[in-house]
């Protein structure tokens, strides 16, 4: 099983930045798909990106984020990364790091098999 551990998470004023981790281990990563969720206070859980461990390809779908927020991976560390921009008061929330081992870039949760206990952001204004 892989276990997702994420930090970074905090207090920011609007327009700052935050740079989320998701540390992972357990077994190697080649052919996942990396992805981040964020779920509002008092709303369901929604895709913000996802990349492909190996080649690096992102995936941007999100609206709201997308231009501000970009994901990346360090292969050595085993980590990804969720860098925040310009950051508004409605991205407050629990920002959650996922696995899939289905090898596809997806938005649908069902197809993240590992997730973290996520992180929380709260950006005031």
């Known amino acids: 099983q892989v276990q997702l551990v994420e930090s970074g998470g905090g207090l920011a004023q609007a327009g700052g930045s935050l740079n989320l981790s998701c540390a992972a281990s357990?077994?190697?990563?080649?052919?996942?798909?990396m992805g981040w969720f964020r779920q509002a206070p008092g709303k369901d859980r929604k895709f913000v990106t996802a990349?492909?461990?190996?080649?690096?390809?992102?995936?941007y779908i999100d609206a709201a984020t997308k231009g501000r927020f970009i994901i990346s991976r360090d292969n050595v560390k085993n980590t990804v990364y969720l860098q925040m921009n310009s950051l508004k008061p409605e991205d407050t929330g629990v920002y959650y790091c996922?696995?899939?081992?289905?090898?596809?870039?997806?938005?649908?949760?069902?197809?993240?098999?590992?997730w973290g206990q996520g992180t929380q952001v709260t950006v005031s204004s």
């Open positions: 996922a696995a899939s081992a289905g090898g596809v870039l997806t938005y649908a949760d069902e197809q993240y098999e590992s």
């Open positions: 357990g077994r190697t990563f080649s052919g996942y798909v």
């Open positions: 990349i492909t461990w190996n080649g690096g390809t992102t995936y």
